[in-house]
């Protein structure tokens, strides 16, 4: 309740909160891509011969494909060539406490709102934070140590756990799945890995910061989770970048993996730089993010997208084992020039599998935002249940809301439901808040966050307040 | 408290207030009466501010001060209420999460501190009995879903948390049963002290054996045509509006 | 030779035994449709909107076009085929060929049914003046159509006037000599305040695989009503593309209802554009499907202005090894305030080797609108059915009565009773429901 005070209080300014350039030394390879540049970051990276021939089978598809545009979104395509592939801060062995930490590192923490200390002493998260393109650090390894679990960046897990990242690394998201996913596996520099044992519940919310920081580069994350059986993990993302004039590459990939009776319940909040109010730099957030459920498996993606000047992001679910179950919460916020394409895909193969879609998109500004959705019941799939609710919500008449749902059944068992709505903030919504002395910004957010709430509610805590806050500030300023 | 001199207001071209005048002094209650289509709601919502009406003429003062030109939100942190005739829902935000933000940022507008969670918390309880509201629906999306007397009976718990100077009830008693319309005005009454003032909008003249006015205004037309105490509203529930009409016509 | 290499290089000789009467305009719409068939070809799966419809194997067969085919056909076997006990007016086709001892054509001062062909020969001004207009020309199938088209329905009713009676237009293909390829196309136009109602059906007689590319327009204009119903009961061997263009003035009403029973390949293409406010536009249709059939409904309804309504009501039954497809469009474009449109696609799995695709779609740039689609893909309700068992009726004739309530509801814009009633029939035949108990 005080959460939801705060967020009103805090509604202030509706410029970009995260914008600002933190004067890190960094270590930056020349601009470009071919086999060199994959080999350096790899030795750079002190990796196994194996990683080193996947990126560059990785870097042979890349090559092969082309960039999609299929997507109902529009952008001068990046030139993959002036991006630098590698771009970590300066100096560094591998560090063992915060106070090894740069202190300029720290600072923006402090501002980003994510201080080590204080989250590791009242929220109980563990945090791994990703500059750019390198983990710095990773709180509560050793409390998590004790149960087996395993949470650090996969540059280390490459290190320590070569024979968990090879068995698992891109058998969810193949190097050849996409264009990107495929630049991804060749180039992808660091991330997150967590393996959580047999039979073993997380303690607390995993939870990893993403940060572009430095000018000119891409950031290429891969996060692999692995849920053994009967395992529980919920895992948090956070993604900022400064505000720059030029458009900053995000291509990650992120692959999941439930064994049987597995649960992962995966949160976003992705407030990537959106460009400025006339639509100048901001981020492309080209993103593959998928899960497979073995038996009686669940994952459930939970996302609040508000930021980005182009998004491009489908977590899916494969549905493989008898019973399984996908979900996906989604609110997705454009603003001025901002465009997302974002849904999911749920893939039912096994038995009496389930999933639910539930979709919020809101365009404000000239703004466009599109649900593409896939749901695709597999002959096999007996007794395959789906439930979506795709509803979009317009703000002004110059921004476009398009909904693209794809429904493929082939058993007759299946039982599948779809809608969609689309509509506005009423005129006499707004009055009666501003007649209860409610402003007209903050009746905004009062009634968007309603909107939202079935999403929002999927978040944990934490993450459901700054995702409110996050909801409001963007669209401030975008009725009257 | 409040004085409103010579009001003329149109929407959409058409001429609904022609010319009305009133004054409401703390401690008061006011009944405007009048038939359907007289301008009883469209006064009180030019009074709360609603944009979409046109004032060509005259002006309102509240507590000396001049608010034609203040937002809606300026005049309801000034002290105005307005119990809405149709209460508007908004899906997805709890009656709890809706009232603290109101009284949150009517006190932001005072320069005070929100209030700490406890003490909102006691408030809404107390107001809550006096409502005769259970727990249950304080965590309701804000009139979803909500029967004609919940609609009612939470305008006026809000009414009751905002603790308005002015509050004008607009055909508060429509649709409301016997019970629901006792809770209501016992609340009103109960909330009623020397230093507010109640204007109450209605058609018919029961909400008034609940809620004693001490006058009572026709309003005819677009303007106040008879003036009156508490008799007033009987004799027209007695005769009807064609009285009135027939009276001005001759 | 490929069949689409075929169509391409024929057109020459085909422009060269035209008679003379043709304008030059016509003449020039012929080889732009031939050069736009030409750039696009067929359409395959890789284009968005086929992904789910495969012409491969009706293209792959050899049809003849353009040849002699036998006329001779007995009027019982085209009886059976129309809207009987009903006085209407007839323009049937056959082979491709207007048959006018079949036909009832009219030409009053207020409306005219007749051959398109008589109509560009005899009122050539009107003519130009909408054909070729409403249509997409940009797509393939058009672009073919427009090349060799030349007979088909021309329906005109002038302002203020009401067509008196039902117009049917039967195209019967009988030759069993011979597979064969039809150009039908259609061209209807409603004054401002004409009224008319027309009944369109496509029709095999003989086992030779047909395959027709048939192109609609209808122009409503304000304050006109007009309804169009389709009847799509071919047999296995028969494939139909069907695209329709409505374009609507204000104020004007226009209805197409969809009714497909069987046909081996059979896509709609329903393209509504609203030129005028407060139009209101209707589809509904019902898909009962066994064998191998496949039906592919493709609606794109264009909200442009404002203050317009567009409802739309599909529903499919599939059996055996059958598959449907359904993808509606909405677009509200910018100015398009206050728009309300309503799409629903319910559907009905009855076998494990019957599929269904659906991609109902919104895309919209205006905020003040109404928009909603829903869709469900399912079996009949086990309560429902259990209840009915429990009141003695059997499994099979509940089923066979839900199923028939569940496609009900696309028949309540029909308003001529004794087609309501045949639909009915047909509906119920499909279905195997004893009406006598209804």
């Given at each position: 309740?005080?959460?939801?005070?705060?967020?009103?209080?805090?509604?202030?300014?509706?410029?970009?909160?995260?914008?600002?350039?933190?004067?890190?030394?960094?270590?930056?390879?020349?601009?470009?891509?071919?086999?060199?540049?994959?080999r350096l970051i790899s030795s750079k990276k002190n990796e196994p011969e194996w990683l080193l021939e996947w990126r560059l089978e990785g870097l042979k598809k890349f090559q092969q494909l082309v960039e999609p545009e299929w997507a109902n979104v529009h952008y001068k395509k990046p030139?993959?060539?002036?991006?630098?592939?590698?771009?970590?801060?300066?100096?560094?062995?591998?560090?063992?406490?915060?106070?090894?930490?740069?202190?300029?590192?720290?600072?923006?923490?402090?501002?980003?709102?994510?201080?080590?200390?204080?989250?590791?002493?009242?929220?109980?998260?563990?945090?791994?934070?990703?500059?750019?393109?390198?983990?710095?650090?990773?709180?509560?390894?050793?409390?998590?140590?004790?149960?087996?679990?395993?949470?650090?960046?996969?540059?280390?897990?490459?290190?320590?756990?070569?024979?968990?990242?090879?068995?698992?690394?891109?058998?969810?998201?193949?190097?050849?799945?996409?264009?990107?996913?495929?630049?991804?596996?060749?180039?992808?520099?660091?991330?997150?890995?967590?393996?959580?044992?047999?039979?073993?519940?997380?303690?607390?919310?995993?939870?990893?910061?993403?940060?572009?920081?430095?000018?000119?580069?891409?950031?290429?994350?891969?996060?692999?989770?692995?849920?053994?059986?009967?395992?529980?993990?919920?895992?948090?993302?956070?993604?900022?970048?400064?505000?720059?004039?030029?458009?900053?590459?995000?291509?990650?990939?992120?692959?999941?993996?439930?064994?049987?009776?597995?649960?992962?319940?995966?949160?976003?909040?992705?407030?990537?730089?959106?460009?400025?109010?006339?639509?100048?730099?901001?981020?492309?957030?080209?993103?593959?993010?998928?899960?497979?459920?073995?038996?009686?498996?669940?994952?459930?993606?939970?996302?609040?997208?508000?930021?980005?000047?182009?998004?491009?992001?489908?977590?899916?679910?494969?549905?493989?084992?008898?019973?399984?179950?996908?979900?996906?919460?989604?609110?997705?916020?454009?603003?001025?020039?901002?465009?997302?394409?974002?849904?999911?895909?749920?893939?039912?193969?096994?038995?009496?599998?389930?999933?639910?879609?539930?979709?919020?998109?809101?365009?404000?500004?000239?703004?466009?935002?599109?649900?593409?959705?896939?749901?695709?019941?597999?002959?096999?799939?007996?007794?395959?249940?789906?439930?979506?609710?795709?509803?979009?919500?317009?703000?002004?008449?110059?921004?476009?809301?398009?909904?693209?749902?794809?429904?493929?059944?082939?058993?007759?068992?299946?039982?599948?439901?779809?809608?969609?709505?689309?509509?506005?903030?009423?005129?006499?919504?707004?009055?009666?808040?501003?007649?209860?002395?409610?402003?007209?910004?903050?009746?905004?957010?009062?009634?968007?966050?309603?909107?939202?709430?079935?999403?929002?509610?999927?978040?944990?805590?934490?993450?459901?307040?700054?995702?409110?806050?996050?909801?409001?500030?963007?669209?401030?300023?975008?009725?009257? | 408290?409040?004085?409103?001199?010579?009001?003329?207001?149109?929407?959409?071209?058409?001429?609904?207030?022609?010319?009305?005048?009133?004054?409401?002094?703390?401690?008061?209650?006011?009944?405007?009466?009048?038939?359907?289509?007289?301008?009883?709601?469209?006064?009180?919502?030019?009074?709360?501010?609603?944009?979409?009406?046109?004032?060509?003429?005259?002006?309102?003062?509240?507590?000396?001060?001049?608010?034609?030109?203040?937002?809606?939100?300026?005049?309801?942190?000034?002290?105005?209420?307005?119990?809405?005739?149709?209460?508007?829902?908004?899906?997805?935000?709890?009656?709890?999460?809706?009232?603290?933000?109101?009284?949150?940022?009517?006190?932001?507008?005072?320069?005070?501190?929100?209030?700490?969670?406890?003490?909102?918390?006691?408030?809404?309880?107390?107001?809550?009995?006096?409502?005769?509201?259970?727990?249950?629906?304080?965590?309701?999306?804000?009139?979803?879903?909500?029967?004609?007397?919940?609609?009612?009976?939470?305008?006026?718990?809000?009414?009751?948390?905002?603790?308005?100077?002015?509050?004008?009830?607009?055909?508060?008693?429509?649709?409301?049963?016997?019970?629901?319309?006792?809770?209501?005005?016992?609340?009103?009454?109960?909330?009623?002290?020397?230093?507010?003032?109640?204007?109450?909008?209605?058609?018919?003249?029961?909400?008034?054996?609940?809620?004693?006015?001490?006058?009572?205004?026709?309003?005819?037309?677009?303007?106040?045509?008879?003036?009156?105490?508490?008799?007033?509203?009987?004799?027209?529930?007695?005769?009807?509006?064609?009285?009135?009409?027939?009276?001005?016509?001759? | 030779?490929?069949?689409?290499?075929?169509?391409?290089?024929?057109?020459?000789?085909?422009?060269?035994?035209?008679?003379?009467?043709?304008?030059?305009?016509?003449?020039?719409?012929?080889?732009?449709?031939?050069?736009?068939?030409?750039?696009?070809?067929?359409?395959?799966?890789?284009?968005?909107?086929?992904?789910?419809?495969?012409?491969?194997?009706?293209?792959?067969?050899?049809?003849?076009?353009?040849?002699?085919?036998?006329?001779?056909?007995?009027?019982?076997?085209?009886?059976?085929?129309?809207?009987?006990?009903?006085?209407?007016?007839?323009?049937?086709?056959?082979?491709?060929?207007?048959?006018?001892?079949?036909?009832?054509?009219?030409?009053?001062?207020?409306?005219?049914?007749?051959?398109?062909?008589?109509?560009?020969?005899?009122?050539?001004?009107?003519?130009?003046?909408?054909?070729?207009?409403?249509?997409?020309?940009?797509?393939?199938?058009?672009?073919?159509?427009?090349?060799?088209?030349?007979?088909?329905?021309?329906?005109?009713?002038?302002?203020?006037?009401?067509?008196?009676?039902?117009?049917?237009?039967?195209?019967?293909?009988?030759?069993?000599?011979?597979?064969?390829?039809?150009?039908?196309?259609?061209?209807?136009?409603?004054?401002?305040?004409?009224?008319?109602?027309?009944?369109?059906?496509?029709?095999?007689?003989?086992?030779?695989?047909?395959?027709?590319?048939?192109?609609?327009?209808?122009?409503?204009?304000?304050?006109?009503?007009?309804?169009?119903?389709?009847?799509?009961?071919?047999?296995?061997?028969?494939?139909?593309?069907?695209?329709?263009?409505?374009?609507?003035?204000?104020?004007?009403?226009?209805?197409?209802?969809?009714?497909?029973?069987?046909?081996?390949?059979?896509?709609?293409?329903?393209?509504?554009?609203?030129?005028?406010?407060?139009?209101?536009?209707?589809?509904?249709?019902?898909?009962?499907?066994?064998?191998?059939?496949?039906?592919?409904?493709?609606?794109?309804?264009?909200?442009?202005?404002?203050?317009?309504?567009?409802?739309?009501?599909?529903?499919?039954?599939?059996?055996?090894?059958?598959?449907?497809?359904?993808?509606?469009?909405?677009?509200?474009?910018?100015?398009?305030?206050?728009?309300?449109?309503?799409?629903?696609?319910?559907?009905?799995?009855?076998?494990?080797?019957?599929?269904?695709?659906?991609?109902?779609?919104?895309?919209?740039?205006?905020?003040?609108?109404?928009?909603?689609?829903?869709?469900?893909?399912?079996?009949?309700?086990?309560?429902?059915?259990?209840?009915?068992?429990?009141?003695g009726i059997p499994l099979k004739e509940a089923k066979a009565f839900l199923m028939f309530a569940f496609a009900g509801d696309t028949l309540k814009n029909i308003t001529i009773p004794e087609l309501k009633e045949q639909l009915v029939n047909l509906v119920a035949r499909e279905l195997?429901?004893?009406?006598?108990?209804?």
């Open positions: 309740m005080t959460e939801e005070d705060k967020l009103l209080e805090e509604v202030t300014s509706a410029e970009y909160k995260y914008g600002f350039v933190t004067d890190i030394e960094s270590d930056t390879i020349k601009n470009g891509l071919n086999e060199d540049v994959i030139d993959l060539q002036s991006i630098s592939y590698y771009s970590a801060p300066k100096a560094k062995k591998t560090l063992n406490s915060l106070d090894e930490v740069d202190p300029e590192l720290l600072k923006t923490f402090e501002k980003l709102g994510i201080s080590l200390d204080e989250q590791k002493m009242l929220t109980g998260v563990a945090v791994d934070i990703i500059v750019d393109s390198v983990s710095v650090a990773t709180s509560f390894k050793e409390k998590l140590g004790e149960l087996g679990i395993i949470f650090c960046s996969i540059s280390e897990a490459i290190q320590e756990h070569p024979e968990l990242v090879r068995k698992y690394l891109g058998t969810v998201v193949p190097q050849s799945d996409n264009y990107y996913a495929a630049l991804n596996s060749a180039v992808f520099t660091d991330g997150s890995f967590c393996y959580i044992p047999k039979g073993t519940r997380c303690p607390m919310e995993l939870s990893t910061y993403f940060r572009i920081n430095q000018a000119g580069t891409g950031q290429f994350e891969r996060t692999l989770l692995i849920a053994d059986k009967g395992s529980y993990v919920s895992y948090l993302e956070g993604c900022t970048a400064p505000s720059r004039d030029e458009n900053q590459l995000h291509a990650a990939v992120v692959e999941l993996i439930a064994m049987d009776e597995a649960e992962i319940k995966y949160s976003t909040v992705q407030n990537w730089y959106p460009g400025n109010k006339e639509g100048v730099g901001g981020v492309f957030n080209f993103v593959t993010k998928r899960g497979i459920c073995h038996e009686s498996a669940k994952i459930s993606w939970t996302q609040v997208e508000t930021g980005s000047a182009v998004t491009w992001k489908y977590p899916s679910c494969i549905l493989k084992g008898d019973n399984s179950i996908g979900e996906f919460f989604s609110v997705a916020v454009t603003n001025n020039f901002q465009q997302a394409d974002t849904g999911t895909k749920m893939i039912h193969i096994g038995k009496n599998t389930k999933s639910t879609i539930i979709s919020k998109g809101i365009a404000a500004g000239e703004s466009n935002s599109s649900y593409r959705g896939l749901v695709k019941i597999m002959k096999g799939a007996e007794n395959a249940r789906n439930f979506s609710q795709c509803d979009s919500l317009l703000m002004g008449d110059k921004s476009g809301s398009h909904t693209f749902p794809y429904i493929e059944v082939k058993n007759k068992t299946a039982r599948i439901e779809h809608e969609a709505t689309t509509s506005k903030i009423g005129e006499d919504q707004l009055f009666y808040c501003n007649q209860r002395g409610i402003s007209t910004d903050a009746a905004i957010g009062l009634i968007v966050n309603g909107y939202c709430k079935d999403v929002l509610n999927q978040l944990p805590m934490e993450f459901a307040v700054e995702a409110q806050k996050l909801l409001s500030l963007s669209l401030e300023g975008s009725v009257g | 408290m409040l004085k409103i001199k010579d009001l003329r207001v149109e929407i959409e071209g058409k001429e609904i207030i022609k010319g009305l005048s009133l004054e409401i002094n703390k401690g008061e209650v006011h009944a405007i009466m009048g038939p359907n289509g007289a301008g009883k709601s469209t006064l009180s919502a030019v009074i709360a501010g609603r944009d979409e009406y046109e004032v060509t003429g005259g002006s309102i003062e509240f507590e000396g001060k001049d608010i034609m030109d203040m937002a809606p939100e300026d005049r309801a942190h000034a002290g105005v209420f307005l119990s809405f005739q149709y209460p508007v829902e908004i899906p997805g935000v709890s009656v709890t999460n809706f009232i603290k933000t109101a009284l949150n940022e009517s006190r932001k507008a005072r320069d005070l501190d929100p209030m700490p969670a406890k003490d909102m918390l006691k408030l809404m309880r107390e107001k809550q009995a006096l409502l005769e509201m259970d727990k249950q629906f304080m965590s309701r999306s804000l009139n979803e879903g909500f029967s004609g007397g919940e609609k009612k009976r939470n305008e006026i718990f809000q009414m009751a948390m905002l603790d308005p100077k002015l509050a004008i009830l607009d055909e508060t008693d429509s649709g409301l049963d016997i019970d629901a319309l006792r809770i209501v005005a016992n609340g009103v009454n109960k909330l009623k002290n020397e230093d507010n003032a109640v204007m109450i909008i209605t058609h018919y003249q029961r909400l008034l054996d609940h809620i004693i006015p001490d006058f009572v205004h026709v309003l005819y037309d677009g303007k106040i045509v008879k003036s009156g105490d508490k008799n007033l509203a009987i004799e027209l529930e007695e005769k009807g509006y064609d009285w009135i009409k027939k009276e001005i016509e001759a | 030779m490929k069949l689409q290499d075929k169509l391409i290089n024929s057109f020459e000789k085909f422009g060269q035994s035209l008679s003379g009467s043709e304008t030059d305009s016509l003449r020039k719409m012929r080889t732009e449709g031939i050069e736009v068939f030409k750039n696009l070809g067929f359409p395959t799966t890789k284009d968005e909107e086929w992904k789910y419809t495969s012409l491969n194997k009706c293209i792959k067969r050899d049809y003849d076009f353009g040849a002699e085919f036998s006329l001779d056909i007995r009027s019982e076997d085209v009886d059976r085929f129309l809207c009987t006990g009903i006085d209407s007016y007839k323009l049937v086709f056959v082979n491709g060929v207007f048959n006018a001892s079949l036909s009832n054509t009219t030409q009053q001062d207020k409306f005219f049914v007749s051959n398109l062909k008589d109509a560009y020969e005899g009122n050539s001004e009107l003519f130009n003046q909408y054909y070729g207009t409403i249509a997409d020309k940009e797509l393939s199938m058009v672009g073919l159509n427009t090349a060799y088209a030349q007979e088909g329905a021309f329906i005109h009713v002038k302002a203020g006037a009401v067509v008196d009676k039902l117009i049917q237009i039967l195209y019967i293909n009988s030759d069993s000599s011979r597979s064969m390829m039809n150009q039908a196309r259609n061209l209807i136009i409603a004054e401002d305040r004409g009224e008319v109602q027309i009944l369109e059906r496509h029709q095999s007689l003989s086992d030779e695989y047909v395959f027709t590319n048939s192109v609609t327009e209808i122009s409503v204009g304000n304050e006109a009503n007009v309804k169009h119903f389709k009847v799509q009961n071919d047999i296995d061997t028969a494939s139909l593309v069907d695209s329709t263009f409505v374009k609507q003035g204000t104020k004007s009403t226009a209805l197409v209802d969809t009714f497909v029973f069987s046909g081996e390949l059979t896509r709609n293409n329903l393209h509504f554009e609203f030129t005028g406010e407060h139009a209101e536009a209707h589809m509904d249709a019902i898909t009962l499907l066994k064998g191998s059939s496949l039906v592919d409904h493709h609606t794109f309804v264009d909200h442009a202005v404002p203050n317009c309504q567009s409802f739309q009501m599909y529903k499919g039954i599939y059996d055996e090894k059958s598959k449907g497809v359904f993808n509606g469009k909405v677009m509200v474009r910018k100015d398009a305030q206050k728009t309300n449109a309503y799409q629903q696609n319910n559907n009905l799995l009855l076998s494990d080797f019957a599929s269904i695709d659906t991609k109902p779609q919104l895309e919209i740039f205006a905020d003040d609108v109404a928009c909603s689609h829903g869709c469900t893909i399912g079996q009949l309700d086990e309560e429902a059915l259990f209840y009915m068992q429990s009141r195997k429901v004893d009406l006598e108990l209804n």
